[in-house]
């Protein structure tokens, strides 16, 4: 009986695994770039002195306070501190004056800031590079994105296309796909605080519509559109530093005038050195109030060069109306 029992073979089919993507590469450069970035900051901060670190903060936490200021310095890095005598267990005992401390050259610490500032925009750089690629809405228009780093900071620069317009034509009203364009990069813009600045950009090609209204209004409004739509997309408007129209005068291809990529957007995330200067605060002159006299002074007894000037050669000197640059 045991001799008469069937015998049972079970086969496996083995199957090969099929192909699992390449979303995982992306996300390991990020993390690679991120903490390769992470540890080169860890490492400025390990070489820099505790002097060094109290200037950079206070460059990052106001930088027109700290550039404008008459000392290199955020705090008093130097000098000795007078003591109350009353507050000191021996009001006789005088304070023994200390050797300054190290001082920090003030082109060191900008030039430590803006390295800093440097690293903070390629790693936006890389997030906003990364965003087009995860995000398959974004990643149809690719060709239209162009991002670069510049010396007034990194620059965005979305295109129109032969077939994919960003506005309707001959006018600021935005299409929806470059409206999601824009709402999609403000959530990643805002995680710096770098004020941004927002240019719109015609071709070469004159406005249709005659009148008073051409490429100068056209390329500002499209600009002011764009920054609605980033505003919209939760980004600050107080971050924004500037909005401007250059209609035809900056030209992407200047080989081709009527090329549809000089329809453009540019979005620049500013330096601090170029928010400044957008700001007028670089190269500002601070007047120090001259010291009022003690006593009335007699203007006839001043010598000649400080004799006060009559009411009409006041007027000439200061010349109000005059609108040639100093």
Do not use: C
Not at 53 to 65: L, T
Not at 196 to 217: F, L, R
Not at 283 to 290: D, N
């Amino acid at each position: 009986m045991e001799n008469n029992q069937p015998i049972i073979i079970k086969r496996v089919k083995r199957y090969a695994a099929g192909h699992h993507g390449g979303a995982w590469k992306i996300a390991f450069a990020d993390f690679a770039t991120a903490m390769m970035a992470f540890f080169l900051v860890m490492w400025l901060m390990t070489a820099a002195t505790p002097e060094q670190k109290i200037a950079i903060g206070g460059y990052f936490k106001d930088p027109i306070g700290f550039s404008e200021s008459g000392t290199p310095y955020v705090i008093d890095l130097g000098g000795t501190p007078a003591l109350a005598p009353e507050n000191t267990l021996n009001p006789e005992e005088k304070l023994q004056p200390q050797p300054d401390k190290i001082k920090v050259d003030a082109e060191q610490v900008e030039n430590m800031a803006e390295q800093v500032e440097k690293e903070r925009l390629e790693l936006l750089l890389q997030e906003l590079q990364n965003k087009v690629e995860e995000n398959p809405q974004l990643r149809k228009f690719k060709d239209q994105l162009l991002f670069e780093i510049t010396p007034d900071g990194l620059r965005i620069q979305i295109m129109d296309a032969e077939n994919r317009p960003m506005f309707d034509v001959g006018s600021a009203r935005l299409k929806p796909y470059f409206e999601d364009i824009l709402l999609a990069m403000a959530d990643t813009i805002k995680a710096v605080p770098n004020k941004v600045s927002i240019s719109g950009h015609t071709d070469a090609m004159p406005y249709a519509g005659g009148g008073d209204y051409g490429n100068w209004e056209l390329s500002a409004n499209r600009a002011n559109a764009a920054r609605r739509a980033l505003v919209a997309g939760s980004y600050p408007d107080g971050q924004i530093a500037r909005v401007v129209g250059y209609a035809s005068s900056v030209l992407f291809d200047k080989a081709n005038p009527y090329n549809p990529v000089n329809r453009r957007i540019d979005i620049v995330v500013l330096t601090k050195k170029a928010q400044q200067a957008i700001e007028g605060e670089q190269g500002a002159e601070v007047v120090k109030p001259q010291e009022l006299p003690k006593a009335p002074v007699d203007p006839i007894k001043l010598p000649a060069d400080k004799q006060p000037l009559p009411m009409h050669e006041e007027r000439q000197k200061l010349n109000l109306f005059d609108d040639k640059a100093p």
